[in-house]
Protein backbone atom coordinates (compact mmCIF):
# COMPACT_ATOMS: atom_id res chain seq x y z
CA UNK A 1 0.00 0.00 0.00
CA UNK A 2 1.25 3.47 -0.10
CA UNK A 3 3.20 5.94 2.32
CA UNK A 4 1.75 8.76 3.80
CA UNK A 5 3.00 10.90 6.28
CA UNK A 6 1.99 13.83 7.59
CA UNK A 7 3.67 16.87 9.42
CA UNK A 8 4.07 17.81 12.60
CA UNK A 9 2.76 14.69 14.40
CA UNK A 10 1.97 17.06 17.34
CA UNK A 11 1.26 20.53 17.43
CA UNK A 12 0.19 23.33 20.36
CA UNK A 13 -0.90 26.38 19.46
CA UNK A 14 -2.35 29.57 21.05
CA UNK A 15 -5.54 30.26 20.80
CA UNK A 16 -5.98 32.94 17.50
CA UNK A 17 -3.62 31.30 15.68
CA UNK A 18 -3.84 29.54 12.07
CA UNK A 19 -1.81 25.60 12.07
CA UNK A 20 -1.10 24.04 9.01
CA UNK A 21 -0.81 20.62 8.64
CA UNK A 22 0.83 18.67 5.91
CA UNK A 23 -0.36 15.48 4.50
CA UNK A 24 2.39 14.01 1.53
CA UNK A 25 1.89 10.75 -0.43
CA UNK A 26 5.39 9.27 -0.56
CA UNK A 27 4.67 6.82 -3.55
CA UNK A 28 1.51 6.96 -4.47
CA UNK A 29 0.12 9.53 -7.01
CA UNK A 30 -3.34 10.67 -4.84
CA UNK A 31 -5.25 11.49 -6.85
CA UNK A 32 -8.16 11.99 -4.37
CA UNK A 33 -7.31 13.08 -0.40
CA UNK A 34 -9.27 12.83 2.63
CA UNK A 35 -9.44 14.26 5.72
CA UNK A 36 -10.64 13.25 8.78
CA UNK A 37 -11.24 14.45 12.19
CA UNK A 38 -10.79 11.91 15.29
CA UNK A 39 -12.58 12.74 18.84
CA UNK A 40 -11.51 11.14 22.05
CA UNK A 41 -12.82 7.69 21.78
CA UNK A 42 -14.80 8.19 18.98
CA UNK A 43 -14.58 7.56 15.34
CA UNK A 44 -13.29 9.36 12.71
CA UNK A 45 -15.42 11.69 11.42
CA UNK A 46 -15.03 12.76 7.38
CA UNK A 47 -14.56 16.72 6.75
CA UNK A 48 -14.15 17.15 3.11
CA UNK A 49 -12.44 15.03 0.10
CA UNK A 50 -9.93 17.02 -2.23
CA UNK A 51 -9.36 16.18 -5.84
CA UNK A 52 -5.91 17.65 -6.88
CA UNK A 53 -5.98 20.53 -8.86
CA UNK A 54 -9.72 21.21 -7.26
CA UNK A 55 -11.42 22.94 -4.64
CA UNK A 56 -12.31 20.64 -1.44
CA UNK A 57 -16.00 19.42 -0.98
CA UNK A 58 -16.76 19.73 2.48
CA UNK A 59 -19.23 17.32 4.80
CA UNK A 60 -22.16 19.36 6.13
CA UNK A 61 -21.58 21.20 8.87
CA UNK A 62 -17.75 21.44 8.30
CA UNK A 63 -16.47 25.10 7.98
CA UNK A 64 -14.66 25.51 4.92
CA UNK A 65 -13.33 29.33 5.36
CA UNK A 66 -12.15 27.71 9.04
CA UNK A 67 -10.87 24.36 8.02
CA UNK A 68 -8.73 25.35 4.41
CA UNK A 69 -7.75 22.73 2.09
CA UNK A 70 -5.36 22.78 -0.66
CA UNK A 71 -4.78 19.51 -2.74
CA UNK A 72 -1.70 21.10 -5.05
CA UNK A 73 -0.16 17.98 -6.37
CA UNK A 74 -0.71 14.19 -6.76
CA UNK A 75 1.73 14.22 -3.52
CA UNK A 76 0.40 16.83 -1.54
CA UNK A 77 -2.52 18.04 0.37
CA UNK A 78 -2.79 20.95 3.25
CA UNK A 79 -5.27 21.72 5.85
CA UNK A 80 -5.29 25.06 7.53
CA UNK A 81 -6.94 25.24 10.85
CA UNK A 82 -7.43 29.16 11.04
CA UNK A 83 -7.82 31.43 13.99
CA UNK A 84 -7.94 28.27 16.20
CA UNK A 85 -10.17 27.40 19.33
CA UNK A 86 -9.58 24.97 21.94
CA UNK A 87 -12.98 23.21 20.53
CA UNK A 88 -10.58 22.60 17.71
CA UNK A 89 -8.53 20.89 19.30
CA UNK A 90 -8.19 17.06 18.12
CA UNK A 91 -6.97 14.23 15.90
CA UNK A 92 -7.14 15.29 12.36
CA UNK A 93 -6.20 12.42 10.27
CA UNK A 94 -5.34 12.20 6.36
CA UNK A 95 -5.85 9.78 3.67
CA UNK A 96 -5.17 9.06 -0.08
CA UNK A 97 -6.49 6.73 -2.74
CA UNK A 98 -6.11 7.21 -6.54
CA UNK A 99 -6.83 5.80 -9.49
CA UNK A 100 -6.46 1.51 -9.55
CA UNK A 101 -6.96 1.88 -5.31
CA UNK A 102 -10.07 -0.10 -3.82
CA UNK A 103 -9.19 1.12 -0.51
CA UNK A 104 -7.88 4.72 1.52
CA UNK A 105 -4.02 4.67 2.97
CA UNK A 106 -4.21 6.91 6.16
CA UNK A 107 -1.55 8.86 7.64
CA UNK A 108 -0.30 8.77 10.89
CA UNK A 109 -2.42 11.71 12.55
CA UNK A 110 -1.76 14.90 13.74
CA UNK A 111 -2.91 16.05 17.56
CA UNK A 112 -3.95 19.58 18.01
CA UNK A 113 -4.21 20.99 21.01
CA UNK A 114 -5.27 24.51 21.01
CA UNK A 115 -4.88 26.09 24.30
CA UNK B 1 -27.95 6.10 3.60
CA UNK B 2 -25.25 3.79 4.10
CA UNK B 3 -24.00 2.97 7.36
CA UNK B 4 -21.91 0.54 9.98
CA UNK B 5 -22.63 -0.64 13.44
CA UNK B 6 -20.28 -2.15 15.67
CA UNK B 7 -20.69 -3.61 19.13
CA UNK B 8 -19.80 -1.10 21.78
CA UNK B 9 -16.61 -1.46 24.18
CA UNK B 10 -14.62 -1.98 25.78
CA UNK B 11 -13.84 -5.59 25.25
CA UNK B 12 -11.39 -7.09 28.33
CA UNK B 13 -10.10 -10.25 27.39
CA UNK B 14 -7.51 -12.34 28.99
CA UNK B 15 -4.49 -13.27 26.46
CA UNK B 16 -4.91 -16.36 24.37
CA UNK B 17 -9.10 -15.81 24.65
CA UNK B 18 -11.20 -15.54 21.14
CA UNK B 19 -11.98 -12.71 19.73
CA UNK B 20 -15.53 -11.53 18.14
CA UNK B 21 -16.30 -8.34 17.23
CA UNK B 22 -19.50 -8.01 15.66
CA UNK B 23 -20.28 -5.68 12.64
CA UNK B 24 -23.18 -5.32 10.72
CA UNK B 25 -23.72 -2.78 7.63
CA UNK B 26 -26.41 -1.20 5.67
CA UNK B 27 -25.50 -0.23 1.90
CA UNK B 28 -26.81 -0.42 -1.39
CA UNK B 29 -25.30 -2.39 -4.14
CA UNK B 30 -22.04 -4.64 -3.09
CA UNK B 31 -20.07 -2.42 -0.65
CA UNK B 32 -16.41 -3.62 -0.02
CA UNK B 33 -16.05 -3.94 3.66
CA UNK B 34 -13.00 -3.48 5.80
CA UNK B 35 -11.66 -4.20 9.26
CA UNK B 36 -8.85 -1.57 10.49
CA UNK B 37 -7.01 -1.17 13.36
CA UNK B 38 -5.35 1.97 15.50
CA UNK B 39 -3.19 1.46 18.35
CA UNK B 40 -2.75 4.44 21.30
CA UNK B 41 -1.42 7.77 19.49
CA UNK B 42 -1.59 6.53 15.73
CA UNK B 43 -3.63 6.72 12.47
CA UNK B 44 -5.57 4.13 11.04
CA UNK B 45 -4.06 0.47 9.49
CA UNK B 46 -6.00 -1.67 6.93
CA UNK B 47 -6.05 -4.98 8.79
CA UNK B 48 -8.37 -6.98 6.11
CA UNK B 49 -10.60 -6.49 3.73
CA UNK B 50 -13.20 -8.26 1.57
CA UNK B 51 -14.71 -7.34 -1.66
CA UNK B 52 -17.74 -9.45 -2.56
CA UNK B 53 -19.86 -12.02 -0.62
CA UNK B 54 -18.07 -15.26 1.24
CA UNK B 55 -15.08 -13.83 0.53
CA UNK B 56 -12.72 -14.23 3.96
CA UNK B 57 -10.34 -11.70 4.68
CA UNK B 58 -7.58 -12.80 6.61
CA UNK B 59 -4.00 -10.80 8.25
CA UNK B 60 -2.17 -11.60 11.49
CA UNK B 61 -4.57 -14.19 12.52
CA UNK B 62 -7.04 -11.93 12.58
CA UNK B 63 -10.29 -13.32 10.16
CA UNK B 64 -14.11 -11.85 8.80
CA UNK B 65 -15.89 -13.15 6.26
CA UNK B 66 -18.91 -11.44 4.43
CA UNK B 67 -22.14 -12.05 4.50
CA UNK B 68 -24.24 -11.00 2.27
CA UNK B 69 -27.19 -13.30 3.53
CA UNK B 70 -26.89 -11.46 7.18
CA UNK B 71 -25.03 -7.93 6.26
CA UNK B 72 -22.35 -9.23 8.40
CA UNK B 73 -18.47 -8.48 8.91
CA UNK B 74 -17.72 -9.78 12.45
CA UNK B 75 -13.97 -10.11 13.44
CA UNK B 76 -12.37 -12.79 14.88
CA UNK B 77 -8.88 -13.98 16.43
CA UNK B 78 -8.42 -17.43 17.74
CA UNK B 79 -6.22 -16.17 20.21
CA UNK B 80 -5.60 -13.17 21.33
CA UNK B 81 -2.26 -11.37 22.56
CA UNK B 82 -1.29 -8.06 24.83
CA UNK B 83 0.16 -6.07 21.69
CA UNK B 84 -3.60 -6.45 19.93
CA UNK B 85 -5.27 -4.07 22.64
CA UNK B 86 -6.17 -1.48 20.15
CA UNK B 87 -9.60 0.06 18.72
CA UNK B 88 -10.99 -1.62 15.73
CA UNK B 89 -13.01 -0.33 13.04
CA UNK B 90 -15.47 -1.43 10.61
CA UNK B 91 -15.68 0.24 7.26
CA UNK B 92 -17.72 0.05 4.24
CA UNK B 93 -17.13 1.26 0.61
CA UNK B 94 -19.12 1.50 -2.14
CA UNK B 95 -16.75 3.47 -4.41
CA UNK B 96 -13.80 1.40 -4.69
CA UNK B 97 -12.39 3.06 -1.18
CA UNK B 98 -13.07 6.79 -2.23
CA UNK B 99 -15.99 7.47 0.43
CA UNK B 100 -15.49 5.32 3.54
CA UNK B 101 -18.13 5.21 5.99
CA UNK B 102 -16.87 4.08 10.03
CA UNK B 103 -18.42 2.55 12.86
CA UNK B 104 -17.85 3.56 16.32
CA UNK B 105 -15.18 1.92 16.76
CA UNK B 106 -14.69 -1.15 19.47
CA UNK B 107 -11.53 -0.67 22.01
CA UNK B 108 -9.94 -4.25 22.71
CA UNK B 109 -8.10 -4.10 26.04
CA UNK B 110 -6.09 -7.58 26.38
CA UNK B 111 -4.88 -8.74 29.82
CA UNK B 112 -1.08 -10.71 30.41
Known amino acids: GAVVSQHPSRVICKSGTSVKIECRSLDFQATTMFWYRQFPKKSLMLMATSNEGSKATYEQGVEKDKFLINHASLTLSTLTVTSAHPEDSSFYICSVSGIGANEQFFGPGTRLTVL | GDSVTQMEGPVTLSEEAFLTINCTYTAT????????????????????????????????GFEATYRKETTSF????????VSDSAVYFCALSNTGGFKTIFGAGTRLFVKA
Request: glycine residues 12%; aromatic residues 12%.
Open chain 2, 29 to 60: GYPSLFWYVQYPGEGLQLLLKATKADDKGSNK
Open chain 2, 74 to 81: HLEKGSVQ
